[in-house]
């Protein structure tokens, strides 16, 4: 690839406020959407802003290294969705968008997560999968309306701790992670090509909850042979 043609994709296409509010869009429950996905912005445009009443706000498949701050002045969406992009963290001025439920940051280079996000109270969604991820903040726990998360081809090598403390939590997907597996006593990594997934009990069958039960007590009797004694869990990280 040509130097020049390097930097310029690099730097990513400018987007005027004019073009801004023509990718704003009615969907089909009455929300208002800004949808600035496939535009090749390398940065999030300061003149959104005034855009900042919208209910979703969609900035996925782009270039985006970092969010801005200011993300907190748009309050009142419910959608936010970033997946694909280039980002290493994000602010933590994420916290305040309290209207939050969806929030989808797949496909990214996050090797961790603020604290604030345990603030999202309404969130029901959340989105973690192709990232570096190797452990959650346990603030995470205090999303109490969470019933779905994401966390597929990351680096975890143990199911979070925190997850436990989340009552509504329907669905966790743990695809493709380096599961240590307790039982193997040269503690090798083994990586989850199949698909793994927690789920409530209330949501199985009588035979699937017994097969689980039964499953689990062996697994349970093996670890506690091989391990009678483990440490304490890390408060901050699960």
Known sequence: MAKGKKSAQSKGKTITLKVAQNCVE??????????????????????????????????????????PDFIDRFIS??????????????????????NLQVLNLCNNRLTSLPNELGLLKKLHTL????????????????????????????????????????NKLEKVNLDRNPIVTEETPSHESVMITERLYLVKESILCDDCLNKCQTERKMLE???SSLHPEHGPQSERHC
Do not use: W
């Open 221 to 223: 009797d093996v670890v």
């Open 77 to 98: 969406i419910s959608v936010l969705d970033l997946h694909s992009n280039y980002l290493e963290q994000l602010p933590v001025t994420i916290g305040r968008l309290q």
């Open 127 to 166: 989105n973690l999968g192709l990232n570096q991820l190797e452990a959650l903040p346990s603030s995470i726990g205090a999303l109490k309306e969470l019933r779905n998360i994401g966390l597929s081809d990351n680096l975890f090598t143990r199911v979070p701790a925190c997850l436990s403390r989340l």
């Open 26 to 67: 009615l969907t089909l429950d009455s929300k208002r959407r800004l949808d600035l996905s496939f535009k090749e912005i390398a940065t999030v445009p300061k003149c959104i802003q005034k855009l900042c009443e919208m209910d979703e706000l969609d900035l996925s498949r782009n270039l985006i290294k970092k969010i």
